[in-house]
C-alpha cells in the first residue's frame, strides 16, 4: 500500500515549489474538521522539509504564503488549549533544530507563541532563552 503522505508531497511538489492554489488545498483540507492535529502539522513538517532542499538545490525562496500558513497550523497545534506543556516544549525543539539552527521564520514563530500562551512550562522557557542566543548570534568573521 502506497504512503498517502510520500504521494500527497511528490505531487505537490512535482513542479519543485508549492503556490498558492496547493496552500489553499491544504488548508482547505488540513482545516477541513476546523482544527488541526499532530499528524497533521507532522505531515505539513515533512512536506516542507522537503520543499526547503528542492528550493535549497534550485537557488529559490520558499512560497510565502505555505509559510504562514505552516507557522499558523503549529501555532494552533500547539496552542490548543493556550498552554505550552513539556511535551509541546520537547516537540518544537525537535521541529525547530530539525536543522540545528534558527532561522528568523521560525524565531518570530516562537515568539508569537511566547506571547500567546496562558501558560508555559519551565522547558519552553528554556528553548525559548536558548533559541534567543542562536538567532540574535552574529557571524563571526572569517580570517
Known sequence: M???KKV?????LADGKI??????????????????DRNEVKFLIELRNTAQKKAKA????DFA??????YKANEENVLKDGKISA???????EMLFADGKIDADEWVFLQSINKKA??????????YKECETKVN???KAKK
Open 2 to 4: 502506497a504512503d498517502w
Open 8 to 12: 500527497a508531497i511528490a505531487t505537490i
Open 19 to 36: 503556490d498558492e492554489a496547493e496552500v489553499k488545498a491544504l488548508r482547505r483540507e488540513l482545516w477541513a474538521d476546523g482544527k488541526i
Open 58 to 61: 534550485r537557488n529559490e525562496e
Open 65 to 70: 504564503g505555505f509559510t504562514r500558513m505552516f
Open 87 to 93: 511535551n509541546e516544549a520537547r516537540w518544537l525543539r
Open 118 to 127: 496562558t501558560a508555559k512550562h519551565a522547558d519552553f522557557d528554556a528553548l
Open 137 to 139: 548570534k552574529p557571524a
